[in-house]
């Protein structure tokens, strides 16, 4: 009767019947946490031009840290889009990594201070840089998944978009070709119902991007892009199907973004102040708190002590990125990934 009685109390506890323990759930919370920080000191970073430009992943870590934590790091492919500093923190990137990057300075993995930030990539965790142009990582994360089938090994790949790049023709070719050749590839859409300015009833005429995965054949689900593991359970379940050999999955996050879509935009001029101040209600953090509390794992005293330990991580990574040295002025000339063998 006992037995029983912990049995339901453990399935009660999301985290538990979602198979994750206990120090699983709270290294999430960090991951979160730790990725919110960092952005927040890269918007006052940007403010007196420190530097020259920040593209934000602040309300975004939920779907973030819940997909890339069903991933096996340094294993599975990651082709991660701009907002996803939380994925990529999750998979192993570090903070002095991105901060480098945000400097531009020498040493930073995605490409050694040669490109813009937030194009994130790492060759050792399996991270490959994106391009400016929207939707790209798409067919070439099917063309990766193309390359892990035809070599027969169990690997699989994430990609992640905005819901406003469903409209390139990128996607729709990228899932056309997962769907086609069964592929072991996981679309993230990280629906924030706007690109840029322009809202999703702008971009397309179906009220959910999961609705389009029926046109390609393979399964569209929807999760609460604001409840981390929910997205965790959408993605663990698409990431087994894929190592089954039984193909690719879309899942649409729906969440929201609550600051401008960069530095360099200004987003009252598109939507009112209500609207936002009723989304930040939901805000994943907060959401990850509430959870955490309620399930005895944190209290006020540790969400101050996570918050203290964060900001000594983010002080660091800002204090040694400040201090680093640019890459030389004849790198301009070379290659941006590597020399070419004479
Ligand atoms: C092909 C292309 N068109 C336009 C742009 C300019 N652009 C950059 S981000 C962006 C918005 C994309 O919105 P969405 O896909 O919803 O992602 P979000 O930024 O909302 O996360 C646009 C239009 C671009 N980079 N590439
Ligand atoms: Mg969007």
């Not at 960090?30 to 602040?58: C, K, N, Q, T, Y």
């Not at 399996?126 to 798409?138: D, E, K, L, R, W």
């Not at 390609?216 to 050999?245: E, Q």
Request: proline fraction near 5%; charge should be neutral.
């Amino acid at each position: 009767m006992a037995t029983q009685v912990a049995e339901k109390i453990a399935l009660e506890i999301t985290h538990r019947a979602l198979g994750l323990s206990d120090d699983q759930v709270l290294e999430m919370y960090w991951a979160m946490l730790l990725a919110r920080r960092l952005d927040e000191r890269m918007w006052i970073l940007h403010r007196p031009h420190l530097v020259a430009f920040h593209i934000s992943g602040i309300g975004h870590e939920a779907a973030q840290v819940g997909a890339a934590f069903a991933l096996k790091r340094g294993y599975d492919y990651a082709h991660p889009y701009y907002r996803d500093m939380a994925t990529v923190l999750t998979l192993g990137m570090t903070p002095r990594d991105l901060m480098l990057a945000l400097f531009g300075r020498q040493g930073e993995p995605s490409s050694n201070g040669r490109q813009m930030p937030s194009h994130f990539g790492s060759r050792a965790l399996n991270i490959v840089s994106g391009s400016s142009p929207v939707a790209t990582q798409i067919p070439q994360a099917a063309g990766i998944a193309f390359a892990i089938k035809y070599k027969k090994t169990d690997q699989v790949v994430l990609t992640c978009f905005g819901e406003g790049s469903t409209a390139e023709g990128d996607f729709h070719e990228g899932l056309n070709w997962a769907g086609i050749h069964t592929l072991p590839v996981i679309f993230l859409c990280q629906n924030n119902q706007y690109a840029i300015s322009v809202p999703a009833a702008k971009q397309m005429a179906v009220p959910n991007v999961a609705d389009r995965a029926r046109a390609y054949g393979i399964p569209g689900v929807i999760v609460d892009g604001n409840d981390v593991l929910d997205v965790y359970g959408a993605m663990r379940d698409a990431v087994a199907r894929a190592r089954r050999g039984q193909g690719a999955t879309l899942i649409e996050a729906k969440t929201y973004r609550p600051v401008p879509h960069s530095s360099d935009d200004d987003d009252r001029t598109y939507r009112s102040r209500a609207e936002v101040e009723e989304w930040k209600k939901r805000d994943p953090i907060l959401r990850m708190q509430e959870y955490l509390t309620r399930v005895n794992l944190l209290n006020a005293q540790k969400i101050v002590e996570s918050d203290a330990r964060a900001k000594q991580v983010v002080d660091d990574a800002d204090e040694f990125a400040r201090n680093a040295p640019y890459p030389p002025a004849e790198a301009a000339l070379g290659n941006v990934w590597g020399q070419v063998k004479s």
